[in-house]
């Protein structure tokens, strides 16, 4: 994959996408206030990673609830930075099978603009229809799911950082809107939470996508350096409000993926294999950091740790020794994809 948005080789219809949701995102940035809300899930992780990342289906985003209305009750976003549209077709609440689940507002947006930048050939059948057809040359729906959280919740929330989610998608000079979001471990800590979460007749509540974005995480060479001990402390972050137990171990992928994931895998990177070669990739990240829970789930008596913190290396696929840790301290490996 090339190392920057928009060059020949990104789609045209994700070149699309991203402008989308970065419209979306320029657009809440001057709706909300500045502090408390935050973009999380596979939207923050491709921002955190960049090329090679699975383009989300939709975009989830952390309010407080004081915030929440200020976009539940919108019929519209302020404009995107070329100008773009952005109406709220409709909003509703998420109804969950189990009680006691969170507040979450499904909220559909559509983002509409004048031209983007480039010439007429490199646009595609689908956007040059829809220019001929409505006058448009942006023209996409954007699904958000928002988290409703307590405002002193919000207000003390410091696993966020600025991220710049690309916008535009034209080249090393394309334009970014910078946000807050979840920090690249708290969003791997979040999906397990849902990866291990077991539903009420007993199965694993897994989606194919969540085992594909955590390998193509692990395997991404521009991420930010994940801290074994980090990781660790956000897992215990997501885990203990949610009165969940230390996973000590992943669920095994179900057998019904075999065949839809190969065929995803072939489309998307085919470097990570067949899926039980994916799950034991998966096993030499996850399983290091789950083999030693971290407070509150750590027993008292429980020793110390060894070495000092280790940090992931996707060349060799295994924690590795920090500057500070003796090189005995590895922990696991499989081979790299």
Excluded at 21 to 26: F, P, Q, R, S
Excluded at 37 to 49: E, Q, V
Excluded at 148 to 172: E, I, K, M, V
Aim: hydrophobic share 40%; aromatic share 6%.
């Amino acid at each position: 994959m090339d190392d920057v948005w928009g060059t020949a080789r990104t789609p045209t219809r994700d070149r699309q996408s991203l402008r989308a949701i970065g419209a979306v995102l320029a657009g809440l940035n001057r709706l909300l206030p500045p502090h408390g809300w935050h973009l999380k899930g596979s939207a923050a992780i491709l921002g955190r990673i960049g090329p090679g990342a699975r383009m989300p289906e939709d975009v989830d985003l952390s309010l407080p609830e004081s915030a929440g209305p200020l976009l539940l009750t919108a019929t519209g976003l302020p404009p995107g930075p070329g100008g773009e549209r952005i109406t709220v077709l409709r909003t509703e609440p998420v109804v969950f099978g189990s009680p006691g689940r969170a507040t979450v507002h499904r909220v559909l947006v559509e983002v509409d603009g004048p031209p983007p930048h480039g010439p007429r050939e490199r646009l595609d059948d689908r956007v040059l229809h829809d220019r001929e057809l409505y006058g448009r040359e942006l023209y996409d729906r954007v699904l958000l799911n928002v988290l409703l959280t307590p405002d002193d919740s919000a207000a003390h929330d410091t696993r966020t950082a600025p991220l710049a989610f690309p916008y535009g998608g034209n080249g090393p000079g394309a334009a970014t809107v910078t946000v807050p979001a979840a920090t690249l471990s708290r969003c791997l800590a979040q999906k397990l939470l849902r990866y291990t979460r077991r539903r009420e007749s007993g199965k694993v509540n897994t989606r194919w996508s969540d085992l594909l974005d955590f390998l193509l995480v692990a395997r991404c060479h521009r991420a930010p350096r994940l801290s074994l001990d980090g990781l660790r402390r956000d897992v215990a972050a997501e885990f203990a409000p949610m009165r969940r137990a230390w996973p000590l171990r992943l669920p095994p992928p179900p057998r019904e993926w075999l065949d839809f994931w190969d065929t995803a895998v072939f489309r998307t990177a085919p470097a990570l294999g067949r899926l039980p070669e994916a799950a034991d990739r998966l096993a030499a990240f996850w399983h290091p950091v789950l083999e030693r829970p971290a407070p509150p789930f750590a027993s008292p008596s429980a020793a110390p740790a060894a070495h000092g913190d280790a940090l992931w290396s996707p060349r060799a696929w295994r924690w590795e020794p920090g500057p500070d840790e003796p090189p005995h301290g590895r922990h696991g490996a499989a081979t790299a994809p």
